[in-house]
Nanobody, 126 residues
Framework: QVQLVESGGGLAQAGASLRVSCAAS????????MGWFRQAPGKEREFVAA???????????HYADSVKGRFTISRDDAKNTLYLQMNSLKPEDTAVYYC????????????????WGQGTQVTVSS
């Protein structure tokens, strides 16, 4: 079992930056594929970014086209924490952001993840 708790959301103006964090506990955090998703009101949950384990201590980052070049996903295995640094925020980034763990192969598909956090709200004003 893995427990995930997001934090760091809030209100920001367009063009500003925010960082959201996801603290993991339970089974071993390292080697787990981890992802960020978001869900805006009335919309389906969508993939934002993922760190996919490639062996040893190597992870590859993947991003949705809508956030590529603005968002950066990272992790600190010593702290069992996943991060999403969000720069140049836009109003369309407004959503609840969810952390997910253990993608089991299809890291862009929400229902392939085994564990989810409760989400943190990010609101970007224009």
């Amino acid at each position: 079992q893995v427990q995930l708790v997001e934090s760091g959301g809030g209100l920001a103006q367009a063009g500003a930056s925010l960082r959201v964090s996801c603290a993991a506990s339970g089974r071993t955090f390292s080697r787990l594929d981890m992802g960020w998703f978001r869900q805006a009101p009335g919309k389906e949950r969508e993939f934002v970014a993922a760190l996919v384990w490639s062996g040893g201590s190597v992870y590859y980052a993947h991003y949705a086209d809508s956030v590529k070049g603005r968002f950066t996903i990272s992790r600190d295995d010593a702290k069992n924490t996943l991060y999403l640094q969000m720069n140049s925020l836009k109003p369309e980034d407004t959503a609840v952001y969810y952390c997910a763990a253990d993608s089991r192969g299809s890291f862009t598909v929400p229902n392939r993840y085994g564990y989810w956090g409760q989400g943190t709200q990010v609101t970007v004003s224009s």
